[in-house]
């Protein structure tokens, strides 16, 4: 023990800092509508021992033809939500999962060379780009395996029996096991490695043998033919490297081509180096998951970054730092967990919407699938089941454009709105009544009881 703390020195204490940060992230108030849902799919599939396949919480695609994507995930959710009623959990599945990518990238960088002022330079860069996707939605469970790609295609070849096992977790948590399958392909070409073609063709088979068979494959083309409705959603839109979390996507992207131009990254590294450079570009979703799949190669990078003589610290005031932030961390994640009340409703506004066909926005639709279970709702963020004319038409009344016709043709008889909502303003001038009302939320309908 005596020769570990002699190790430990004061610029270890940054490597903490990443975690510590990560804990105050994951104790603000829940944010994340399409979570919701997710949870009350994994209550309702371990009631009914199997995966859903047909839609059961929308009164627009009721019974329609549907499968649950994430349904593994959703059955550790709907678990977790059965000992620890109430989302109280959360905080902590969102540091553990999150936590392990940037473990993952910790230990890819510290094996290129220990800890100097290069890793924790990166780490930290990572850590604060991973702060805006600190959401306890299906994905975060991608980021460690995104991390967990990016190091299988920088190791050597014994690793490759892993390569169908991780396929096989992914295909059931998130339909971007597809960019995995397409990355360790990349990187087989990159190799010229037969043996690592051989692992991604099983690896394809494997996602096939999840709980929906090759029913996957469906899913995936349903994406695909409502990507004209993923655009509408703000996640999938060009990311915006000008905000100050996005930006630190550019520093690792000019850390990666020093790397290049240093000749520390093989040239032959850009069969999968250039691919994730353009992959973050695409989309906000996809910023992080790219950084991830370059965390080794900014290893490479950062590994020949000289470090300065460090000052002498005592031993016992940086074991005192660390236990502190360590301590400080579990104390801000043991806070009662919250919701955003400006997104979704407050009980009595849930109440007083009653059972009727309700108008709401998407946000607060996944948050109704959570809380009243059986209410259905008119549309939540399952693109790939609504399509995108729904979409539309759902963009257009709650900006406050045309409501009507789509009002009409669903049957729609109250609306539970935000209090600064457009649509509301329309609804009131239409003759509509506000029959409830709190602080972030209005009931209105056309006559109140």
């Not at 301590?327 to 955003?340: C, E, I, N, T």
């Not at 089941?385 to 729609?412: H, K, P, Q, S």
Request: aromatic residues 12%.
């Amino acid at each position: 023990m005596s020769r570990i703390a002699g190790r430990f020195r004061l610029r270890h204490l940054w490597l903490i800092v990443p975690f510590w940060g990560l804990a105050l992230r994951a104790s603000l108030p829940l944010r994340d509508n399409s979570f919701m849902w997710h949870v009350r799919a994994g209550v309702d599939q371990l009631a009914s021992g199997e995966v859903i396949r047909t839609d059961p919480y929308s009164f627009t695609r009721f019974g329609e033809p549907w499968r649950t994507q994430s349904w593994l995930i959703e059955l550790v959710y709907g678990q977790l939500e059965r000992w620890f009623p109430g989302l109280s959990w959360t905080p902590w599945f969102l540091f553990a999962v999150v936590g392990a990518a940037l473990g993952v990238v910790l230990a890819v960088l510290w094996a290129r060379g220990g800890v100097h002022v290069g890793v924790l330079g990166a780490l930290v860069t990572i850590g604060w780009l991973s702060q805006p996707y600190v959401q306890p939605r299906p994905v975060a469970i991608t980021f460690v395996l995104f991390a967990l790609t990016g190091v299988l295609m920088s190791v050597r070849r014994q690793m490759l029996w892993a390569i169908p096992l991780v396929i096989w977790l992914w295909a059931a948590v998130h339909g971007s096991f597809v960019v995995g399958l397409v990355f360790f392909g990349l990187d087989a070409l990159r190799r010229r490695s037969r043996r690592q073609g051989v692992a991604v063709a099983i690896a394809f088979v494997a996602a096939g043998l999840t709980a929906h068979g090759l029913a996957i494959w469906q899913v995936m083309l349903a994406f695909v033919a409502n990507r004209d409705g993923l655009g509408l959603l703000q996640e999938w839109q060009p990311p915006d490297f000008t905000t100050p979390w996005l930006a630190a996507f550019l520093v690792v992207l000019l850390l990666v081509m020093v790397g290049l131009a240093a000749g520390r990254i093989p040239i032959n590294a850009l069969w999968v180096v250039a691919p994730a450079v353009v992959f973050g570009l695409t989309s906000a979703r996809s910023v992080l998951p790219a950084a991830l799949l370059l965390a080794p190669w900014l290893g490479h990078a950062v590994q020949a970054v000289p470090d300065r003589r460090e000052t002498a610290a005592n031993p016992l005031f940086v074991w005192a730092t660390a236990l502190t932030l360590a301590v400080s961390a579990v104390a801000v994640l043991a806070r009662p967990v919250r919701v955003d009340e400006t997104m979704f409703p407050s009980q009595p506004a849930i109440d007083a919407g009653g059972r009727d066909r309700t108008f709401t926005t998407v946000a607060a639709a996944g948050y109704l699938i959570y809380k009243d279970p059986g209410r259905l709702v008119l549309i939540d963020d399952r693109v790939e089941l609504y399509g995108a004319e729904l979409l539309r038409r759902y963009e257009r009344a709650v900006n406050g454009g045309e409501w009507r016709g789509l009002f009409t043709d669903y049957g729609i008889e109250r609306a539970l709105l935000p209090t600064d909502s457009d649509l509301l303003e329309r609804l009131v001038e239409g003759g509509w009544q506000r029959c409830f009302e709190d602080q972030d939320f209005v009931v209105a309908a056309l006559g109140c009881e």
